[in-house]
């Protein structure tokens, strides 16, 4: 995840910061926790692989016709839910599929609240009327993210193979607001949808979203099956991310905050861009960047949980390649503190010789090797070079 919004506007972030790292850790606040240098993982939790809609991109190929057959009963979510609190895991984000059609999440949300987890939700927002936006707010979660693949109806309801998708998701940002809940835009960003990213953040601005979260397409689920039609090319990706940061370079931080997945990479431009600019917090952003210890979080800062207890090290990686095991046969504890465990290690090897134009890059420190599970989609080789990846120049003081 590159933050952008707080390495732009950093001053005092990096102090604030490491005064949480001397904390337990309990109580770093949800924007620190990416650079607090806790290894207690941030929880991706699809709860189900049911969804009203098909997006043609979807990582989990979700569908209204998906069997749930197999999924984690109430009973085993709650005593997941006991185990991660035990484990002392800041954050569960429920995902799906969408995950409003399962119909015991207000349940399990409530239950992470009373066990001192923090809960996000990330929803097609389509499903979120009045009564369960306030629902989303008793239940103790904290923020919503809404995804918006384009400014125009034309484009988003293309995306979501639904007809009136962009309206109803557009209404949910009311609803939530209404009810107090904090919620923020995420995009996909491909070549359909790649020249509406300015008026998306328009958009995002007059809706109020308080975070505007650009995703790059990964290879994985149908995102596999349209990747080579849909994937930016390097230029349009730089473009992108000049746009992104002269955008957040104007946004007060306080209304509304900027940031990229799926591509550790992206904190190279990031670094450029300020160092030409003559930025003040670039020393501040640098230090927060290298506080990551090698870009991606997979495996450490960030774990996956499927419908059926199946744990990986992100939500892309989905695979059985990448599979570190099953919840019903051991607790999610043991399985995430067991060094032997040859997936987590694999991700958690940050000194690995990387092959391709990633074996010899100088922002390796940095980035990590970019997304493993795009390199490995690639070459069939976990530490194969990420495609993805269109950094140049020399490396930044």
């Known amino acids: ?40 993982p941030v929880v991706f939790w699809n709860l189900t692989d049911c969804c009203n809609l098909a997006c043609e991109h979807c990582y989990s190929r979700s569908d209204p016709g998906r069997n749930t057959t197999g999924e984690l009963s109430t009973p085993e979510a709650l005593s997941l839910i006991d185990d991660l609190s035990g484990l002392r895991v800041p954050l569960i984000l429920f995902s799906g599929g969408e995950p409003l059609l399962r119909p015991d999440i207000m349940d ?54 639904s007809p009136g998708a962009f309206e109803r998701s557009l209404a949910a940002f009311g609803h939530c607001q209404e009810a107090g809940v904090r919620c923020g835009v995420r995009v996909t960003l491909t070549r359909e949808n790649k020249d509406e990213l300015g008026d998306l953040i328009d958009l995002a601005v007059k809706i109020g979203a308080s975070r505007f979260c650009v995703y790059w397409l990964v290879p994985s689920g149908r995102g596999r099956e349209v990747y080579d039609r849909l994937q ?39 670094l450029e861009s ?35 207890g199946n744990v990986y090290p992100c939500q892309f990686a989905r695979t059985p390649d990448f ?54 989609a690639a070459s069939g080789d976990f530490l194969g070079e990420d495609p993805f990846c269109f950094v140049h120049g020399a490396r930044i003081p």
């Open 323 to 376: 599979l570190v095991g099953n919840i019903r046969k051991r607790p999610f504890s043991q399985l995430w503190a067991d060094a032997s465990n040859p997936v987590l290690a694999l991700f958690r090897n940050k000194g690995a010789r990387f092959g391709g134009r990633c074996g010899d890059c100088s922002y390796r420190d940095l980035c990590g090797g970019g997304c493993r599970v795009r390199g490995h």
């Open 108 to 161: 399990l949300a409530g239950y992470a609240d009373k066990r001192g987890i923090k809960v996000a939700l990330s929803t097609n927002g389509t499903l979120i009327d009045p009564a369960i936006a306030r629902r989303i707010r008793e239940s103790g979660i904290e923020y919503v993210g809404i995804s918006l693949d384009g400014a125009t109806a034309a484009t988003h309801d293309r995306f979501r193979n």
């Open 274 to 308: 300020m160092e030409r600019d003559g930025s003040p917090d670039l020393a501040d952003a640098r230090d927060l960047l290298k506080s990551l210890r090698g870009g991606c979080s997979a495996g450490s800062r960030v774990a996956n949980i499927d419908p059926c």
């Open 232 to 270: 930016l090319t390097g230029s349009e990706v730089t473009d992108a991310l000049g746009l992104l940061y002269r955008r957040a370079k104007e946004t007060d931080p306080v209304s509304m905050e900027f940031l990229t997945v799926d591509a550790p990479q992206d904190c190279i431009h990031l």
């Open 1 to 40: 995840m590159n933050r952008i919004t707080q390495c732009l506007h950093g001053r005092g972030t990096v102090s604030a910061i490491m005064h949480h790292r001397r904390d337990t850790g309990d109580a770093v606040p949800g924007r620190y926790l990416a650079f607090s240098g806790m290894r207690r």
